[in-house]
T-cell receptor
């Protein structure tokens, strides 16, 4: 059974803190993605990775970075959290470029 | 520049009736279209897809219609059930780029 897990369901951080969001998939998928979901804006792509050590900017990469040292793990880093980064963060993976994306349960991040 | 648009933020339908969710897109280069369903506090789950070379795809109670000339697709749910109450996202895929572009989502409420 397909499984994408995210390290936290809820997270509260302070402005200026460095924040790490972890995502792990157990399906040996090549591609991994980070999105944020905001009301009225749908899902917006932050960063994605087609393979280990590879990363590409999505539509809204500013204020974020990523790391993919192992195939199964894709980390999203907020270098200095700001209140406008309060959002639902969703990780996804898929086997190849035409495959269906499978999502994790999401992390609700609040930055105070 | 919203390439995929869901113009109805919400839809309310009576149990047993048909639900029709709509999606418009601007880019004629999209190759695949997908619908995802999202419950609160869960990640989106894949529902149904359609290739740009087809005009209809059916899976049980769910049917997706594609009108390429109008750059419009719709998801029909017949009959609607209370468990279908969720947010539905339309998404489009570039074959070459492999990125999914999501719409803003439509919240469906099916009333008993």
């Amino acid at each position: 059974d397909v499984k994408v897990t995210q390290s936290s369901r809820y997270l509260v951080k302070r402005t200026g803190e460095k924040v790490f969001l972890e995502c792990v998939q157990d399906m040996d998928h090549e591609n991994m993605f980070w999105y944020r979901q905001d009301p009225g804006l749908g899902l917006r792509l932050i960063y994605f990775s087609y393979d280990v050590k590879m990363k590409e900017k999505g539509d809204i990469p500013e204020g974020y970075s990523v790391s993919r040292e192992k195939k199964e793990r894709f980390s999203l880093i907020l270098e200095s959290a700001s209140t406008n980064q309060t959002s639902m963060y969703l990780c996804a993976s898929r086997r190849h470029r035409l495959g269906v994306q499978f999502f994790g349960p999401g992390t609700r991040l609040t930055v105070l | 520049d919203q390439q995929v648009k869901q113009n109805s933020p919400s839809l309310s339908v009576q149990e047993g009736r048909i639900s029709i969710l709509n999606c418009d897109y601007t880019n004629s280069m999209f190759d695949y279209f997908l619908w995802y369903k999202k419950y609160p506090a869960e990640g989106p789950t894949f529902l149904i897809s359609i290739s740009s070379i087809k005009d209809k795809n059916e899976d049980g109670r769910f049917t997706v219609f594609l009108n390429k000339s109008a750059k419009h697709l719709s998801l029909h749910i017949v009959p609607s059930q209370p468990g279908d109450s969720a947010v539905y996202f339309c998404a489009a895929l570039y074959n070459q780029g492999g990125k999914l572009i999501f719409g803003q989502g439509t919240e469906l409420s099916v009333k008993p």
